[in-house]
Each structure stands twice: as structure tokens, then as C-alpha cells.
């Protein structure tokens, strides 16, 4: 059974930088697309970015050149690198597969100072 844990959130100033990383367990990993989501607490999830199984990305209007999606297959990880923050990407953060995305984890709590 895959599971997938976040970790790297914290609270950060605006303008700084965070690195988030996810690692998954089970051999399917590489097969999947895999997206990080945020949520607020009162708000539906949202879809913050997206990464193919050979390195494509797709990302939400507001984090365009701010957020970069990776993974490494070959350890089983994706992470954001997340820079430019701002008040409004407060949120915990969950990476899960793109379709059929599996029981959602803990998240890691990203906040952002003004």
C-alpha cells in the first residue's frame, strides 16, 4: 500500500522560501503523476501544481514562477520549492497522485508572516 508523507513546512517571513518534500513508499510511484494541493481551513482543497512521470509541469495561476515542482524517481520523492511567499500561501500542504489521488495524509502547515 503507497503512502505518502509531507514534511518541510514551517513560518516564514513574506519573500522567504520553503522546500517541501513528499516521499512515497511502493514501487508506483514513478508511474504516477503526482500534484501538491494546499488548503485552508473553511476551503475546498486547491490544486497548486503538477508534475508528469517524466518531468512536465503545470501550476496554478497564482504560483507561477514562484513555486517549482520535482520529483525523483528514483527516491521516490516529489517536493516544491516554494520562494516569494506570501500571506495568502498559508495553508497545509498535501502532495497526492493527480487521478485517483489516494486517502489524503497530514499535510505540513506552510505560514506566512507579513
Known amino acids: 500500500q503507497v503512502q505518502l508523507v509531507e514534511s518541510g513546512g514551517g513560518l516564514v517571513q513574506a519573500g522567504g522560501s520553503l522546500r517541501l518534500s513528499c516521499a512515497a513508499s511502493g514501487s508506483i510511484f514513478s508511474l504516477k503523476r503526482m500534484g501538491w494541493y494546499r488548503q485552508v481551513p473553511g476551503k475546498q482543497r486547491e490544486l497548486v501544481a503538477v508534475?508528469?512521470?517524466?518531468?512536465?509541469?503545470n501550476y496554478v495561476d497564482s504560483v507561477k514562477g514562484r513555486f517549482t515542482i520535482s520529483r525523483d524517481n528514483a527516491k521516490n520523492t516529489v517536493s516544491l520549492q516554494m520562494n516569494n511567499l506570501k500571506p495568502e500561501d498559508t495553508a497545509v500542504y498535501y502532495c497526492?497522485?493527480?487521478?485517483?489521488?489516494?486517502?489524503w495524509g497530514q499535510g505540513t502547515q506552510v505560514t506566512v508572516s507579513a
Open positions: 497526492n497522485f493527480y487521478v485517483d489521488p489516494l486517502n
Open positions: 508534475i508528469g512521470r517524466t518531468g512536465s509541469t
